[in-house]
């Protein structure tokens, strides 16, 4: 006989292993006299119990359809039991995948090394939960007691430790308290979400403020708009829209408005503040502009090198002068 | 269509037969089976069906001390297993016989 009783015990293991989901008795009944009958087997012919019989897992597997023992056959408890079972198998195979790029064996062994990192969290996080339920609802990072600063660090420190302290000894607890453990760890964790969500929207909210439009918008820092004609004079009551027929919003008024529109700062026309126009002077009726850029094609007749025609030189011309400058007023934007 | 899967219907028919003459072990019927004709049975096959008719109470079984080698457990046919071998083989008879003829209707009998 070459096949020794420890390849027999080792076979009928490994084929009462690819039987784990059945029930303990009925995997009993089928695997009870695989010895025996193993043992005949090895004493009929020579070679091993693989080479003759095939892998102990087909072997199983060929017993299990034979002998009419399907998955189907097994009762609800049984079949969440195997689920559970196969549930428990791939987590610590993707466990086993996971290690070896952590550096570790596991991946549970690299976590189980940042669980101390985790109680002190656990700490933190209670902290901040008294923080927000002892202050009603405002909470900012560092934890207060009934918005004391300094209580709430005392409760910090005391609620870390205590997180430490059930940690280190949360493996000798029994059931029940145990259970409450990790429901108020659950907990936290929950809070610890929905406060990392409102953080997140107050962050952008303050970020942003009201303005609806995208990070890095050029025109972000436009609080005004002036139009200019042709003539460069300062158009008053402008209003832009774009290729759609929507309004568009730019800058936003700091100064009264004469019309006084309650309510609806933003609809009012451009320029807000005429006042402060960067090219001067204004429309006609406006001769009192002190800031006049040499480009500006500027009516006054002291200040025009070209001929005037007109007597009267307080009249603000309506024909361009003769000699135009070069540079027409650009309507440009400043802010 | 294998073998095998004809097998899956018939293997417990098959094992019956095999033990209405004479009483066999597990590696003695398997290899009987095979004699037989029936070469793709496996030995898990052969093993969980005789578990299985036996948990049915369709066998009996003793064991035989052996001298050179492992003791053999024998399995027989009681009354109930005669029973089952006798109705399971004229629901054969009357199934090859149907199928039978309907190959011989369309002139694809061997």
């Not at chain 1, 195997?82 to 952590?102: E, I, N």
């Not at chain 1, 700062?265 to 006042?275: F, H, Q, T, W």
């Not at chain 2, 019956?16 to 590696?27: K, M, P, Q, S, T």
């Amino acid at each position: 006989m070459t096949v020794t009783e420890q390849e027999i015990t080792d076979y009928v293991a490994r084929v009462r292993a690819a039987l784990a989901d059945l029930p303990p008795n009925r995997r009993d009944e089928l695997t009870e006299d695989l010895p025996d009958h193993l043992a005949e087997v090895a004493a009929e012919a020579d070679g091993t119990l693989v080479e003759r019989l095939g892998e102990p897992e087909a072997y199983a597997a060929e017993l299990r359809a034979a002998a009419g023992a399907p998955a189907s056959t097994r009762n609800l408890d049984q079949r969440v039991a195997a689920t559970v079972v196969r549930f428990r198998r791939r987590l610590r195979a993707v466990d086993t995948r996971l290690g070896p790029p952590l550096g570790y064996e596991t991946a549970s062994d690299f976590l189980r090394l940042l669980r101390p990192g985790w109680w002190v969290l656990r700490g933190y996080l209670a902290a901040m939960l008294v923080t927000v339920v002892s202050t009603g609802g405002s909470f900012g990072l560092l934890p207060r007691f009934g918005g004391e600063l300094l209580a709430g660090l005392i409760m910090l420190v005391a609620f870390v430790l205590a997180s430490i302290w059930l940690g280190r000894r949360s493996a000798r607890l029994t059931r029940w308290p145990r259970a409450a453990l990790q429901i108020g760890s659950a907990v936290l964790v929950v809070f610890a979400f929905a406060a990392l969500m409102q953080a997140e929207d107050r962050m952008r909210y303050d970020e942003y403020g009201y303005d609806p439009t995208a990070v890095n918008n050029p025109y972000d820092r436009i609080r005004d708009v002036f139009v200019y004609d042709s003539e460069g004079r300062l158009v008053e009551n402008a209003r832009l829209f774009d290729q759609n027929g929507d309004p568009i919003r730019l800058g936003y008024p700091d100064c009264a408005d004469p019309a006084e529109v309650y309510g609806k700062p933003l609809l009012r026309a451009y320029p807000y503040c005429p006042d402060q126009a960067p090219f001067g002077p204004r429309a006609p009726g406006a001769p009192g502009a002190t800031t006049t850029p040499s480009t500006t094609p500027t009516p006054e007749p002291t200040a025009t090198p070209s001929p005037a025609p007109t007597a009267t030189p307080t009249t603000p011309p309506t024909v361009t002068p003769t000699s135009t400058p070069s540079g027409e007023p650009t309507p440009t934007v400043t802010g | 269509m294998d073998t095998t899967q004809l097998l899956k219907g018939v293997l417990d028919l098959a094992v019956l037969a095999v033990l209405r003459e004479e009483d066999g072990y597990g590696y003695d019927i398997l290899r009987r089976l095979r004699e037989a004709g029936l070469e793709e049975v496996g030995d898990a096959s052969v093993y969980g069906t005789l578990r299985r008719l036996f948990a049915a109470g369709l066998l009996t079984t003793y064991v035989v001390p052996s001298e050179s080698g492992p003791h053999r457990k024998y399995y027989s046919l009681n009354a109930a297993g005669r029973d089952q071998l006798t109705r399971s083989g004229k629901l054969w008879r009357s199934f090859a016989t149907t199928m039978d003829s309907l190959l011989d209707d369309r002139g694809m009998a061997a």
